[in-house]
């Protein structure tokens, strides 16, 4: 026995009296796990590490997380929180059997960047188990480390023959299985000469390859297996038994864009899975240095940003091309820039840019790749390529710049290859670099070092026109022409190319000298304002068109004189070079920038005089979305604004707008949210009802609002799906919810209503008695609503009533599918009085009464009172009368026999008025019956006397008298009565015959 839960509460015994029928059978509960903060469950209600093939049902401390809010940020922040380099996917919808055991604990999961720290989030929640998450985490690959990575997935695989099935690509599925059913292992068709060989889009660093070999048998095949890394032999495979896995490491500074591995000899090659692991951050420059990504974890921006795509993705080192899995940047504007800062001056060799591969690749095309200010190239969309190089030459620049002037700007990964060491600029003012003539091009060219610019490039042995074709300068290079087959040299003058300070455009860069080319008849060309002429050289194809042009020997033109020839021939013209330096950043200033005209300002800024100078101040942005609604919109500072609002309005700080000056409700305002699917409620208490609803930006930064019921708590749910550049709020007005008898239906009403209708053009009325409030929209095709609907929304949610008092948006999608709508919620209040009962119900006939009660029309208008039953409406008469009413009184009319009592017909007593007179009477239901005397017989209800003298009871001497109850015989006259009784003739008269 215990008195407990714990054992130490116990009582027992060792001896018994038991039989084995009485053993105990138990079943126990598991002890609840202990759950972290987050936590993944398989479909067993286990936890489990991230899967690379399944989404797992998220926990947050033992309770599932519901998708309100939730974005692929929250994904990732969530997964990063759990250790995992980010997340791969996740959905909604999907149902574990164990799902239901679990609480719903998190809603509302909006994180503004990919870090938990920048998430909010409720513990309360209007969600069912169908919302709840399941994630799924980037797992990170055990053999990655010190910066390489396997790069397999990236690469085109292919072998010399196939068998078994047994397909090139499965060695890169990802699946290390070494059973062969397992499907994912490889299988040459032959064994001579067998090889396995994985391409790559373009030279990597490969570290060293990783072999899982086959498990189930055969595995001695191997042995012998060589790896080779393009033109490099990294090793052979030893086969050992049991072993599954095998590296090959390669000799250091191994660049190439392939791998091959060769079968032993006479042997069939099988993989279960290849791995290599290379450094995507080193490359292989053109004279074979080491290039590094320069761009790596430097400071990024971009123009605008949109869809929680920010610039610093482009450069974080991971470079999937899928957007939901957070590593691509996204403008916010159809147009923009993105820029990554360097921290010094670096050359650049190249620019690789990683394009968007789930969806709109098209628009990387045309995009513009700058270092600094100097274009490389740009960019030519491939539906095959994912994957872009710009060639920038070895240009010198402190920061990479990106610009996409036709769509929105995506950048998945973006790698800027050069030298890690950066520029240094030469302090001493000129080098001479002597070219070599190269034969079966015709010309020499003498190339000027890294940070420095050509500032002299002549033909060393002159003879212009005869000897030489000229000579021109070329970005570093200086390029002597021969005019026939003589040899020429190429000598260059370099100085260091230093990199000054724009005056016209704060925090970029300029540089010391500038080059520009120019071909044409009459070709001419003249510095910038601000620079100088430093050299101008002049080439031509037909070299004796040059002579007696006035240019030297060495093929360049006096700087005395004007860069610029002509007479040369149209269809074989002149090219002319011309070299400017920088005079200083005062003359620049003045030449270009001297008003606002041609000053120039970074994103945020406006360019304004001051002191008779151009500056850039903040630009005001306040007001740039009107926020204010009913009023107008006064800027305040660079990015604040207040508000004066129209009569009846006041400007409210914590929402930044214009609200109704009332008592009468209480205001709620609901959380800001931003990003994809933001979402915010503000929430009446227990009692109340939101009599008004509003957001901030509809339908264009938001997607308007609805009001929603549940367990009584009445909300007002402002939604977003497109608010990466301004949050959404909502505001609700709470009034207490007053419940009445409704006088036409005797039923509860309440005093505030919603009605509800969606679809495709949504029409929404007040039920019969109330007036509609408001009218508010939502939909979450905001960016697909047609302009006559757009124009009925204002800011704030609102939709314009029409004139009966409804509410509609007429096709309101432009592009409607069958599953896009738009919802119109009506805010209704109930009439009062007269007013409610002319419009609900103005007869009675549409009036039902409660018990007792009945309508009456009083002042024209209807009204229960209480019924007065009319006097027969209960038969009190019975079936021995009929009742007659006279108002709320009756009287019986009682059939023969029954009188009216003044309750009911009741039997008359007859017998009461002695009717039968000689008789007795004898009363009976309704009538009555006698019982007459000798000598008396019933007639018309009573006994009369019975004329017995009818039936000659007398004697011929006789004559018959009636009399009451019998009669009386006595002599006729002249007749007496004898002493025998009879009749014989009286004295003095005789009887005679007749």
């Known amino acids: 026995e215990c008195s407990s839960g714990s054992w130490d509460s116990c009582s027992y015994l060792t001896t018994h009296n038991c039989g084995h029928h009485e053993d105990v059978h138990l079943n126990c509960v598991p002890e609840a796990p202990e759950y972290p903060m987050f936590a993944l469950v398989n479909e067993a209600g286990d936890m489990v590490d991230s899967s690379s093939t399944q989404r797992l049902l998220l926990l947050y401390f033992g309770q599932t997380v519901c998708d309100d809010g939730f974005s692929d940020n929250s994904a990732t922040a969530i997964c990063r929180e759990m250790g995992y380099a980010g997340a791969t996917s996740w959905t909604n919808g999907e149902l574990f059997g164990v799902q239901a055991e679990f609480e719903i604990g998190l809603d509302d999961v909006v994180c503004s960047s990919d870090s938990w720290d920048s998430c909010s989030s409720t513990t309360t929640h209007n969600c069912g188990h169908h919302e709840d998450v399941h994630l799924m985490c980037e797992v990170q690959d055990p053999d990655e480390s010190d910066g390489f990575i396997n790069v397999a997935a990236d690469g085109t695989p292919s072998q010399s023959s196939t068998g078994s099935n047994g397909l090139a690509d499965r060695a890169i599925d990802g699946n290390t299985n070494g059973d062969y059913s397992a499907n994912s292992c490889t299988h040459t068709g032959d064994t001579t000469d067998g090889w396995w060989r994985l391409d790559f889009a373009e030279n990597i660093l490969i570290g060293s390859v990783i072999i899982y070999n086959r498990q189930d048998c055969c595995g001695d095949r191997i042995n012998g297996a060589q790896v080779i890394a393009g033109d490099t032999q990294c090793g052979t495979i030893t086969y050992v038994s049991g072993e599954n896995r095998y590296v090959v490491e390669c000799p250091e500074n191994t660049f190439t864009d392939f791998i091959m591995i060769n079968a032993a000899e006479n042997q069939y090659l099988t993989l279960c899975e290849v791995k290599v692991l290379a450094d995507p951050d080193v490359e292989k420059g053109p004279d074979g240095e ?230 044409g008849a009459d070709p001419s060309l003249s510095c910038p304002g601000g620079y100088e002429p430093e050299l101008c050289n002049v080439y031509s194809n037909s070299a004796e068109q040059l002579k007696d042009m006035g240019i030297e020997e060495q093929g360049y033109i006096s700087l005395d004189n004007a860069c610029a020839v002509s007479g040369c021939n149209d269809g074989d013209g002149c090219i002319i070079s011309l070299v400017c330096r920088l005079i200083d950043a005062e003359s620049y200033a003045a030449a270009n920038c001297a008003t606002c005209d041609g000053y120039i300002c970074d994103e945020g800024y406006e360019c304004e005089m001051a002191d008779s100078a151009p500056t850039c101040v903040l630009t005001q942005t306040g007001c740039d979305v009107d926020k204010c609604g009913d009023g107008e919109c006064v800027a305040v500072g660079a990015e604040g604004y207040t508000c004066n609002c129209n009569d009846g309005l006041e400007f409210n700080e914590v929402v930044g707008s214009c609200m109704p000056v009332h008592s009468r409700y209480e205001t709620v305002y609901g959380e800001e949210a931003l990003g994809d699917d933001a979402h915010s409620y503000a929430a009446c208490g227990l009692g109340q009802k939101v009599v008004r609803c509003h957001t901030f930006g509809a339908p264009s930064a938001a997607d308007g609002v609805t009001i929603t019921t549940s367990d009584g708590i009445s909300r007002c749910e402002a939604r977003a799906s497109h608010s990466n550049l301004h949050p959404v709020r909502a505001v609700a007005y709470c009034a207490e919810n007053h419940v009445y008898t409704d006088p036409c239906t005797q039923n509860d009403i309440n005093n505030i209503e919603y009605r509800y209708n969606a679809g495709a053009s949504p029409h929404v009325t007040c039920p019969a008695g109330y007036l509609m409030e ?89 009204e229960c009172v209480e019924r007065i039953p009319g006097g027969c409406e209960v038969d009190n008469c019975g079936d021995n009368g009929v009742c007659v009413e006279d108002g709320p009184n009756y009287e019986c009319v009682c059939s023969q026999g029954y009188h009216f009592d003044g309750e009911t017909c009741v039997d008359v007593d007859e017998c009461r008025e002695d009717p039968c007179g000689n008789g007795d009477c004898v009363n009976s239901v309704g009538s009555y019956t006698c019982e007459c005397d000798d000598g008396y017989e019933l007639v018309h209800g009573t006994c009369e006397d019975i004329n017995e003298c009818l039936d000659s009871p007398c004697s011929d001497t006789e004559r018959c008298s009636n009399v009451e109850g019998s009669y009386i015989c006595d002599c006729l006259d002249t007749f007496v009565r004898d002493s025998s009784n009879e009749c014989v003739c009286a004295d003095g008269f005789e009887n005679q015959d007749g």
């Open 290 to 519: 080491l290039l590094v990504n320069l761009a790596l974890n430097k400071p990024a921006s971009q123009s605008t940003t949109g869809h929680n795509g920010p610039a610093g993705l482009a450069v974080d080192g991971r470079d999937s091309g899928v957007y939901s899995h957070g590593t691509c940047t996204h403008t916010l504007e159809s147009h923009g820039w993105w820029r990554v800062d360097l921290l010094d001056s670096y050359t650049v060799h190249r620019v690789s840019i990683k394009n968007r591969e789930d969806c709109c690749g098209d628009r990387i095309n045309g995009v513009q790749v700058f270092v600094g200010d100097d274009l490389c190239g740009a960019i030519t969309y491939h539906a095959e390529s994912s994957t872009y190089m710009v060639d920038c030459g070895g240009r010198v620049g402190t920061y990479i710049q990106i610009v996409n002037d036709n769509s929105y700007l995506t950048l998945c990964e973006v790698r800027v290859w050069g030298p890690e060491d950066p520029v240094i600029f030469k302090e001493d003012d000129e080098e001479v670099v002597t070219g070599v003539y190269d034969e079966s091009a015709g010309f020499s060219v003498a190339t000027c070092p890294a940070g420095m610019a050509v500032t002299g490039c002549e033909v060393v042995e002159g003879g212009i026109g005869r000897i030489s074709g000229g000579a021109r300068v070329d970005g570093r290079d200086c390029l002597a022409f021969s005019a026939g087959d003589t040899p020429v040299t190429a000598r260059a003058f370099c100085a260091a190319q230093d990199l000054v300070s724009n005056p016209c455009h704060v925090g970029h860069e300029m540089k010391k000298f500038v080059t520009e080319s120019l071909e």
């Open 774 to 862: 408001s009218c508010i929209f939502h939909s979450p095709w905001t960016q697909d609503i047609s302009d006559s609907s757009r124009s009925k929304i204002n800011s704030i949610g609102s939709v314009d009533m029409n004139d009966d008092g409804s509410c509609t948006l007429s096709d309101c999608l432009v592009n409607q599918h069958a599953h896009m709508w738009c919802k119109l919620t009506a805010v209704c209040k109930k009439l009062t009085g007269a007013e409610y009962l002319q419009a609900a119900c103005p007869t009675c006939d549409s009036v039902r009464c409660g018990d007792g009660m009945e309508c009456q029309m009083i002042d024209d208008l209807p």
